[in-house]
C-alpha cells in the first residue's frame, strides 16, 4: 500500500491513521452501546493513542545527530504546522483554556489574543531568519551570533528557566488526566505520563517528536472539534457553533442579569473546596480595563516569540521559505482550537443555566442535582461542588462551583453526551500535553547535550556519544519535572503563564536584535539576558511572594513587561559603550538577512 | 545602494507594515474594548470587542502571516535571493 519514502508518503499514512482513529470512535461507540463500563472506555482511549505515539517514537529512532536534533531538516510546511500547533497547544490550552473564559470571560480572552498574535513576530522577526543560521538550538544562535560561552550560557540558564516552569505545568496535566481517565493515584499517574512522554522522544529525538506531536494533533483536534459542534446541534444552537452562538451569548447575558453575581461570604466559601469557583464575570462583557487586557496580551505575545520549544521547530523546515510558510500553518492550525474555545465555554455555560434546557441545573433542588450521576463522579475527583448557602433548597448561579479543567473535561457529560466522547476528550487533553512536554523536555535537553556539553565542555566528543548524553538529560529533566509537578505547586496555568514571562524577560531582546541590530554585541546581549531574567524575577518574588504592590498594573502575570523593558534598556546601553562586533560578524548577520546560500553554520 | 542593501530596505519595510497591522488588532483596537463592545456592528450578530477576541483578530493574524510570507517571497525574487535546491 506504500511505496517509497516515508516523507513522500506523509497525506497517505496520516490519512490513513486519521480514518482508523475514527474508526475506533466508532468502535468504541459501538462498545459503549453493547454495555462496556465507563472506566473501560476512560482506559481503551487513553491507552491505546499512548501506544500508537509509542509506536511512532520506536519507529522514528534515530542515530544520526541531524536527525535527533532537526529532524533531518525536511519536515513539509503543512506538517510542520500540525507538529508545531501540537507542540504549541498544551494542556493549559486543551484542558484549561475553556474553563478559564468560562470564569473570567474577557480579561482572560486576552490570552487568545496573545498567544495567536505572537506568532506574526515570529514570522516577520525570527523563524525565517534562525533556520537561515542552520542552529540546532536557540542558545546555538546566540552563542554563534554573539560569540562566546558565557552568552551561549545565559541562554541556556533562560532557556531552561523557562521551559522546566512550563514543563512541570504539562506533566502535571498529564498525571491528572491518566489518574481520571485509568482511575489511579494522581503521585502514579504522574510517572505514567512520564513513561509516555519519555517513549515519544527518548529514542528518536526530534524526528520522533514531529512525527508522534502530527499524530497528538489529529487526536486532539478531533476531540475538541466533535464535543463543541455536537453540543451545538445537540441545544438546536446551531451546525456551525462558531458562527451562529450569538443567541447563545445574548442568553447567558440576559440570565446573568436575572441571577446576578452574588457574593458569598467567607464563611460559606470556606466549606468549598480549594481551587473551585463560582462564575462572578459576565460571559461577553468587557469587564477588564485596557491596559489589563493589552499588557497581558503583550507579554504572551512576546513570549511566544521567545520560547524556544516553538523556535526549534521551525528548525526542521527544508528551507527558510518554508520555514516562513510553516509559521502560517502553524497558527492555522491554533486557530482551529482557539476559536473554538469561546463556543466551548458558551456552550457549556448554556448547558449549565439555561432552565429552558433539559441539561440545565440552576434553578433546580439541590438534591435534584446530587443525584445526578455526573454531578457524583466529578464531586468525587474534587472538580465540581454545590452547597444550599442560603437555604431555600434550590441551587443558585452562586452555589454552583467548578474547577477550571472540569469545563472541557466534564461538558460532554453534562450536555449529555455518550461517554465515548468523555474518552476522546481525555485522550485529547492528554495528547496536548504530551506533545507539549516532549517538545519542552527536548529543548532543555538538546541544549543541554549540544550547548553546555559539546560545545563548551568536549568538543570532540563524538556523535554516538553525543546523543548517549543528550538522552541520559532528556530522562533526568523528565524525573526532575515528574517530581516536581509530584507536588503540585501551582495550577497548571499559572505557571504557564510564568514560563512566557520568563522566556520575555531573557530571550526577546537578545534574539530580535541579533538579527535586526548590527552593532548588538556579545557583552550587550549577556547584560541583556542575565538583567532582563533577574528583574523579571526579582519582580515576580516581590509580587507574588512577598505581597508587593507593583507599580503600573503590573502583575505577577505581567512580570515579562519589567524583564524585557530592562533587558532591552541593558542590551542598547551595554552594546553601545562596548566595541562593535567584528566585521566576520557584521557579515554573518547580512548572510543571516539572506534567504539564498548555505546556512551560516553550514558553511564553518 | 549595493543589492543586498536594497534588499533589505525593502524587507524592513514590509515588516513595518506588518508590525503596523498586528499592533491595531492585537493592541490598538483593545485601547477601545467598551466602546467597541456598545457598537451596532454586530459580526455575526456577536458584540464586536467580544467578536475580535474570538475569532476576528486571530483569523487577521492568519492571514496577515501568509500575506507577509507572500510579499517576502517576491521580494526575495526580485533580487535573486530566492533559495535554489541544493543551498542547504
Known amino acids: 500500500m506504500i511505496k517509497g519514502k516515508f516523507i513522500d508518503n506523509l497525506p497517505k499514512i496520516y490519512g490513513i491513521y486519521t480514518g482508523g482513529f475514527l474508526v475506533f470512535i466508532i468502535l468504541m461507540s459501538i462498545a459503549e452501546q453493547a454495555g462496556m463500563s465507563k472506566e473501560l472506555i476512560g482506559i481503551f482511549f487513553v491507552s491505546f493513542t499512548v501506544l500508537i505515539y509509542a509506536l511512532i517514537g520506536w519507529l522514528s529512532r534515530t542515530l544520526q545527530s541531524d536527525a535527533y536534533y532537526v529532524a533531518g531538516r525536511q519536515v513539509p510546511t503543512v506538517f510542520n504546522g500540525m507538529a508545531t500547533a501540537a507542540d504549541w497547544m498544551s494542556g493549559a490550552s486543551f484542558v484549561a483554556m475553556a474553563g478559564g473564559i468560562y470564569f473570567k470571560g474577557y480579561g482572560y480572552m486576552a490570552l487568545l489574543v496573545g498567544w495567536t498574535g505572537g506568532y506574526v513576530l515570529v514570522a516577520a522577526l525570527l523563524a525565517p531568519y534562525l533556520r537561515k543560521f542552520g542552529c540546532y538550538t536557540v542558545p546555538d544562535f546566540i552563542g554563534t551570533r554573539y560569540g562566546g560561552n558565557l552568552a551561549r550560557f545565559c541562554a541556556v540558564l533562560v532557556l531552561t528557566l523557562a521551559s522546566f516552569t512550563y514543563v512541570t505545568a504539562q506533566i502535571n496535566a498529564t498525571g491528572r488526566i491518566a489518574s481520571v481517565a485509568l482511575d489511579i493515584p494522581f503521585n502514579i499517574a504522574v510517572y505514567v505520563g512520564l513513561a509516555s512522554i519519555l517513549m515519544c522522544s527518548m529514542l528518536g529525538g526530534m524526528r520522533a517528536v514531529t512525527w508522534t506531536q502530527v499524530a497528538q494533533y489529529i487526536v486532539l483536534i478531533i476531540a475538541y472539534l466533535l464535543p463543541v459542534f455536537w453540543i451545538s446541534n445537540n441545544i438546536g444552537a446551531g451546525f456551525f457553533p462558531h458562527f451562529m452562538l450569538a443567541d447563545e451569548v445574548a442568553r447567558i447575558a440576559e440570565l446573568e442579569g436575572q441571577f446576578g453575581f452574588v457574593k458569598n461570604s467567607a464563611a460559606d466559601m470556606a466549606t468549598v473546596p480549594k481551587g473551585l469557583a463560582q462564575i462572578t464575570k459576565a460571559h461577553s462583557a468587557v469587564n477588564a480595563t485596557p491596559w489589563a487586557f493589552i499588557s497581558l496580551a503583550i507579554c504572551m505575545m512576546a513570549g511566544t516569540a521567545s520560547l524556544p520549544h516553538v523556535m526549534m521547530r521551525y528548525f526542521t523546515t527544508p528551507s527558510v521559505r518554508t520555514a516562513r510558510r510553516s509559521v502560517g500553518w502553524s497558527l492555522f492550525f491554533i486557530f482551529l482550537l482557539y476559536s473554538s474555545a469561546p463556543m466551548l465555554a458558551t456552550l457549556s455555560k448554556i448547558s449549565l443555566m439555561d432552565p429552558n434546557l433539559a441539561t440545565g441545573i440552576i434553578g433546580k433542588s439541590i438534591a435534584e442535582v446530587q443525584a445526578l450521576d455526573w454531578y457524583q463522579n466529578w464531586n468525587q475527583a474534587k472538580l465540581m461542588f454545590v452547597s444550599d448557602f442560603n437555604g431555600n433548597g434550590l441551587l443558585e448561579l452562586e452555589e454552583f462551583f467548578m474547577k477550571g479543567d472540569a469545563v472541557v473535561l466534564a461538558t460532554p457529560e453534562i450536555a449529555g453526551l455518550p461517554y465515548v466522547i468523555s474518552g476522546l476528550v481525555a485522550a485529547g487533553g492528554m495528547a496536548a500535553a504530551m506533545s507539549t512536554a516532549d517538545g519542552l523536555v527536548l529543548a532543555i535537553s538538546n541544549a543541554l547535550s549540544h550547548d553546555i556539553y559539546y560545545k563548551i565542555i568536549n568538543p570532540k566528543a563524538e556523535t554516538a556519544k553525543r546523543l548517549i548524553v543528550a538522552r541520559i538529560l532528556l530522562v533526568l529533566i523528565g524525573f526532575a519535572g515528574a517530581t516536581i509537578a509530584a507536588l503540585e505547586i501551582n495550577d497548571i496555568l499559572g505557571s504557564v503563564i510564568w514560563a512566557f514571562d520568563f522566556a520575555m524577560s531573557g530571550l526577546f531582546f537578545p534574539l530580535v536584535l541579533g538579527v535586526w541590530w548590527k552593532r548588538a554585541n556579545a557583552a550587550g546581549a549577556v547584560a541583556g539576558m542575565l538583567l532582563g531574567l533577574a528583574s523579571g524575577t526579582a519582580y515576580l518574588i516581590w509580587v507574588h511572594f512577598m505581597g508587593g504592590a507593583g507599580f503600573l498594573g503590573i502583575t505577577a502575570s505581567t512580570f515579562g513587561l519589567v524583564g524585557a523593558s530592562v533587558s532591552l534598556v541593558a542590551m542598547i546601553v551595554v552594546s553601545l559603550i562596548t566595541e562593535a562586533p567584528d566585521s566576520a560578524t557584521q557579515k554573518m548577520v547580512d548572510d543571516v538577512r539572506v534567504p539564498s546560500g548555505k546556512t551560516i553554520l553550514g558553511k564553518q | ?88
Not at chain 2, 533589505?8 to 519595510?13: A, I, L, N
Not at chain 2, 456598545?38 to 475569532?55: A, D, N, R
Not at chain 2, 483569523?59 to 533580487?79: M, N, P, S, T
Open chain 2, 1 to 88: 545602494m549595493s543589492k543586498q542593501e536594497q534588499h533589505w530596505e525593502k524587507t524592513r519595510g514590509l515588516l513595518f507594515i506588518t508590525l503596523a497591522i498586528w499592533f491595531v488588532f492585537s493592541i490598538g483596537i483593545f485601547l477601545f474594548g467598551a466602546e467597541m463592545q456598545e457598537s451596532s456592528i454586530k459580526p455575526f450578530g456577536y458584540p464586536l470587542t467580544y467578536w475580535f477576541t474570538c475569532q476576528g483578530s486571530l483569523a487577521i493574524f492568519v492571514i496577515l502571516i501568509f500575506w507577509f510570507a507572500g510579499r517576502q517571497e517576491k521580494i526575495d525574487d526580485e533580487f535573486g535571493f530566492t533559495e535554489r535546491e541544493g543551498d542547504q
